[in-house]
């Protein structure tokens, strides 16, 4: 599995135009591709209403999550030269 994350525009595999997504979403697994950009837009703002409506998610269900993105957060980084994503080559070539 390879996982790229960037905030640049110049690493949307489309040109960004005002008034036009400006987001990417997509994971490949087993070199298939599973893209899943919209239907994001408003998943804060849902999470937040239902929390506070009272349906919110406790701290069992959520702990997991927060441990997840703890972990990641503070792994060590460990290149390899054969799990290189492909984006990273556009990467060297545009520095």
């Not at 899943?36 to 069992?60: N, P």
């Not at 997991?64 to 503070?74: D, F, G, Q």
Request: hydrophobic share 35%.
């Amino acid at each position: 599995m390879l996982w790229f994350l960037s905030i640049e525009r110049a690493d949307l595999p489309f040109e960004s135009r005002p008034g036009q997504k400006t987001t990417y979403r997509s994971i490949t697994i087993d070199g298939e591709e599973v893209e899943f950009t919209e239907g994001f837009t408003d998943l804060h703002t849902r999470v937040y209403e239902e929390t506070l409506a009272g349906r919110g998610f406790g701290i069992d269900v959520a702990r997991p999550s927060v441990e997840l993105a703890h972990r990641i957060r503070n792994a060590r980084v460990s290149p390899s030269p054969t799990a290189r994503h492909p984006f990273l080559d556009g990467l060297t070539q545009r520095a």
